[in-house]
């Protein structure tokens, strides 16, 4: 079974408008992370925000706040005034306490994110 | 400036070929990865290297090798290589405590095997 599931290969908004990319996750462990990464054209990995699992509130960065429902599994990511720099790819992506000294990030498949003018 | 960065970003060589890519760190990260991006943009870990000891090891093929240095650096050679080793090749690093062990991923190096 996936661990991180993106179901939303591409998306489309309006300049200036919010967006909310999917993002659901499967795990049994109870400490957890969760991250989101913008990958644009030019190919870097940008890190955008974290949640941990034990974290009271949903995380903000600036125009980035994560929607995490916890119960649902799910850690949506909400771009509020999108720009047209936004237009990228956007990584979910976990990593588990049990992965120990280990520390790797599963990631999802990637959503495409087209902001337009 | 403070940063995680690979050398060379473009690598183009021929099948059965030994090459090695570089990675620096200078954030004080203690832990150091390297990911590969195939063709579909999956990304998928390969390696990591916490002070010096590879503590993970994924079904990589044995033809390719981290090797640390220090804790600033983790280089990837890659022996024999193959047409379906051609992939972006993306080198991170993270430190424990900070931010839930968010990894800053330098700029990747797109290797193209021919």
């Known amino acids: 079974a996936q661990k991180i599931t993106q179901t939303q290969p591409g998306m489309f908004v309006q300049e200036k408008e919010a967006v909310t990319l999917d993002c659901t996750y499967d795990t049994s462990d109870p400490s957890y992370g969760l991250f989101w990464y913008k990958q644009p054209s030019s190919g870097e990995m940008i890190f955008l925000i974290y949640q941990g699992s034990y974290d009271q509130q949903n995380a903000t960065e600036g125009r980035y706040s994560l929607n995490f429902q916890k119960a649902r599994k799910s850690a949506n990511l909400v771009i509020s005034a999108s720009q047209l720099g936004d237009s990228a790819m956007y990584f979910c992506?976990?990593?588990?306490?049990?992965?120990?000294?280990?520390?790797?990030?599963?990631f999802g498949s990637g959503t495409q994110l087209t902001v337009l003018p | 400036d403070t940063a995680v960065s690979q050398t060379p970003k473009y690598l183009v060589t021929q099948m059965g070929n030994d090459k090695s890519i570089k990675c620096e760190q200078n954030?004080?990260?203690?832990?150091m990865y390297w990911y590969k991006q195939d063709s579909k943009k999956f990304l998928k870990i390969m390696f990591s290297?916490?002070?010096?000891?590879?503590?993970i090891n994924e079904t990589v093929p044995n033809r390719f090798s981290p090797k640390s240095p220090d804790k600033a650096h983790l280089n990837l050679h890659i022996n024999s290589l193959e047409l379906g080793d051609s992939a972006v090749y993306f080198c991170?690093?993270?430190?424990?405590?900070?931010?839930?062990?968010?990894?800053?991923f330098g700029p990747g190096t797109r290797l193209l095997v021919l």
């Open positions: 954030l004080g990260h203690d832990t």
């Open positions: 992506a976990m990593r588990e306490a049990r992965s120990g000294s280990a520390r790797q990030l599963t």
């Open positions: 991170a690093s993270s430190l424990p405590r900070l931010r839930g062990e968010t990894q800053y």
């Open positions: 290297y916490n002070n010096k000891e590879l503590i």
